[in-house]
């Protein structure tokens, strides 16, 4: 049983020369996330919330592009264990194109509609909080959040090619310096330091696109720079042309989950906005909570990614059953890492809230909303292995009903009913919502049973 599910010293030396980079980048950046949420809430309340209801707009987008990209990263990584570089050469041309269609979807939309979205969020409750002031921070934010799309973008195209193709270090670097940048420029803008004036959540918003520019920039000159490590890179802009049959297989597997992404990222907003209707300190709350349990997830993101590039390899490679038997290793190898990360969590839950200059309320709620978490924690790692693993397949379209479409169907409108017709506490209500990942457990379960993962795009 052990031989079963725990690997030797060379798969272990694999599975961390890939998920260490991945990891080390999403800590810091999540890190630093929650000292630039941590410094916004040294401004005020209303100041938080408006940010952080942005920033869960934002969000949205993010996993857009991720969601977008995703379906041509499949192709990448088995182009890549074929040794194809011709096919990862128009995989990220597809991503080019398909970036551009989410760009501009997005973009007119937060452009236009900001407010009125912003707007479904607030919400009178037990505190006094300014509901007004809250909705002129957030679009002030916005305006100028509206900036770092593009360069957003690009980086996700370059970093998420280069992973897939064995370049896991530079993206990390990459991100190291724009958190460290947006950091600096956190401390400089928002609180008015070395003479600038105090901008708060505006500065705020500023320090976010100048990191994302010097992220950007620092990704596509060194792949340009390296072309004899990226020999697909030679002549990927001299057309932007892509086969029809590779976009058609890639618009056929990846528009799942692009969908996926969106009808995810909109459910938890969605989730979000249910939770809302308790109150503007719910928000508050939320917004610290879930910054912190971000810093803690990133482990089971790059756990997931590795998942999807290493076994992406050996499908594309045609080495199947190795494919089932790393897979089972990594899925157990997660289980294990979140028992971990769930006492991590659950000893900072109460110290990291009062970093926040807020309401004891909102504190003591954040507090209890990341125990919770911490207990859910293993589901949360099972279902994601288990995501990763059907996605390495090209078993999008499984995916999308495993994701969204169970968040859509279970956990929405049981968020929805107890919001709007029960009375229940926030604390209860997001416990029940969450508890249900039991059942999304149990079906994953029974998927990667099924072997139905098990497939050769490229062959």
């Not at 401390?187 to 500023?206: D, E, N, Q, R, S």
């Not at 125990?371 to 397949?393: D, E, K, M, Q």
Request: net charge positive; hydrophobic share 55%; with cysteine.
């Amino acid at each position: 049983m052990l031989v079963k599910f725990i690997g030797d010293r060379a798969f272990y030396r694999k599975l961390f020369s890939v998920m260490l980079p991945i990891l080390i980048q999403n800590l810091i950046t999540n890190f630093v996330n929650l000292l630039d949420n941590v410094m916004v809430g040294q401004v005020g309340t209303e100041p938080m919330s408006g940010v952080a209801i942005v920033n869960q707009l934002l969000f949205v987008f993010n996993l857009c592009i991720f969601g977008g990209l995703a379906g041509a990263g499949i192709f990448t990584s088995q182009f890549y264990g074929k040794n194809d570089s011709k096919g990862v050469r128009d995989t990220m041309r597809m991503m080019l194109w398909i970036a551009a269609g989410i760009l501009l979807v997005f973009g007119s939309l937060l452009l236009f509609c900001g407010p009125k979205l912003i707007g479904l969020f607030l919400h009178e409750g037990k505190e006094d909080l300014d509901l007004a002031a809250t909705l002129a921070f957030g679009e002030s934010y916005l305006r100028v959040m509206l900036l770092q799309l593009i360069p957003f973008a690009v980086t996700q195209i370059y970093a998420s090619t280069l992973r897939r193709t064995g370049e896991t270090v530079l993206p990390m670097r990459a991100g190291i310096t724009a958190v460290l940048v947006n950091l600096s420029f956190n401390y400089i803008l928002i609180f008015g330091k070395l003479g600038f004036p105090a901008l708060g959540v505006i500065g705020a918003a500023i320090a976010t696109v100048l990191a994302r520019m010097v992220e950007m920039l620092i990704v596509v000159i060194w792949a340009h720079r390296h072309t004899d490590r990226l020999p697909f890179l030679p002549g990927v802009y001299s057309s932007l042309r892509v086969p029809w049959e590779l976009a058609r297989q890639v618009l056929l597997l990846g528009m799942p989950l692009l969908i996926n992404e969106l009808l995810w990222s909109g459910g938890m907003t969605v989730l979000n906005q249910c939770y809302s209707l308790r109150g503007l300190e719910v928000v508050s709350a939320f917004n610290i909570s879930s910054t912190i349990g971000n810093l803690f997830f990133c482990v089971f993101i790059a756990t997931g990614d590795s998942i999807s590039i290493l076994i992406g390899r050996l499908l594309g490679a045609g080495e199947l059953e190795r494919a089932v038997d790393e897979d089972r290793k990594l899925i157990a190898f997660s289980a294990l890492l979140s028992l971990f990360v769930a006492v991590a969590a659950a000893c900072i839950a109460a110290p990291i809230p009062r970093l926040y200059n807020t309401t004891e309320s909102v504190r003591l709620l954040a507090t209890r909303l990341l125990l919770i978490w911490a207990v859910l924690t293993p589901l949360h790692a099972f279902a994601n292995a288990c995501y990763f693993t059907l996605r390495s397949g090209g078993k999008t379209l499984i995916t999308f009903a495993f994701d969204s479409l169970f968040l859509w169907v279970f956990q929405i409108p049981l968020a929805f009913c107890l919001s709007r017709y029960t009375g229940l506490p926030i604390l209860q209500m997001y416990a029940l919502v969450e508890s249900m990942n039991l059942i999304k457990c149990l079906i994953g379960a029974w998927m990667l049973k099924s072997r139905m993962w098990v497939v050769n795009l490229v062959q």
